[in-house]
């Protein structure tokens, strides 16, 4: 059974970092047969796919254009996990978030992580 | 990017009824779409993948159809434990995107 855990702060102010892990059990980080998402939900935007890593003889990253200039992704292969990195937050970015991971041909995910709600306020 | 429209945004119905919820694509995506369930507080759960396969351990009376830019996902006949917020997601191509979602209330 492949299980995800996040962690991470829930407070974060404005035009810092917002930075959280999400640890894989049951199933590799450099597995060449998964993606490793980051996806966040909130009232006024939804769901919204900010990215994924994952390994194929190299590690690759793909960010969403709506992030892309704020995001950094590090997979941590000692630990068997991976982590987002969203800098110069705003108050826009407050959510909650999750991670999850992708397999198969058709890419649907599963499972996720169990969310981490995240509030950029001073 | 590939903008994913579900209606209704929301619906009530009563235990026992079928339900229909449709999810169109702006762009033809093949059948690389997913239905997910969520309720309040949790993750979503993914119910069907590739348009029309049953994730293992949903039950049957879930079903997922369509292809190219039209799909719908049938719920046969509505229990009490599937009042939930239901959302399609297309993975034809990134960025990777979500419908709006559909609540199914009780009537």
């Known amino acids: 059974q492949i299980l995800l855990q996040q962690s991470g702060p829930g407070l974060v102010k404005p035009s810092q970092t917002l930075s959280l892990t999400c640890a894989i059990s049951?199933?590799?980080?450099?597995?060449?047969?998964?993606?490793w998402n980051w996806i966040r939900q909130s009232p006024s935007r939804g769901l919204e796919w900010l990215g994924r890593?994952?390994?194929?003889?190299?590690?690759?990253?793909e960010y969403a254009g709506s992030v892309r200039s704020r995001i950094t992704f590090n997979p941590d292969t000692s630990k068997n996990q991976f982590s987002l990195q969203l800098n110069s937050v705003t108050p826009e970015d407050s959510a909650v978030y999750y991670c999850?991971?992708?397999?198969?041909?058709?890419?649907?995910?599963?499972?996720w992580g169990q969310g981490t709600l995240v509030t950029v306020s001073s | 990017d590939i903008q994913m429209t579900q209606s209704p945004s929301s619906l009530s119905a009563s235990v026992g009824d079928r339900v229909i919820i449709t999810c169109r694509a702006s762009q033809s995506i093949s059948t690389y779409l997913n239905w997910y369930q969520q309720k309040p507080g949790k993750a979503p759960k993914v119910l069907i993948y590739?348009?029309?396969s049953l994730q293992s351990g949903v039950p049957s009376r879930f079903s997922g159809s369509g292809s190219g830019t039209d799909f719908t996902l049938t719920i046969s006949s509505l229990q009490p434990e599937d009042f939930a917020t239901y959302y399609c997601q297309q993975t034809y191509g990134t960025p990777l995107t979500f419908g709006g979602g559909t609540k199914v209330e009780i009537k």
């Open positions: 049951g199933d590799s980080v450099s597995s060449n047969s998964a993606t």
């Open positions: 890593t994952y390994y194929k003889s190299k590690w690759f990253n």
């Open positions: 999850a991971r992708a397999g198969g041909w058709y890419d649907w995910f599963d499972p």
């Open positions: 590739a348009a029309f």
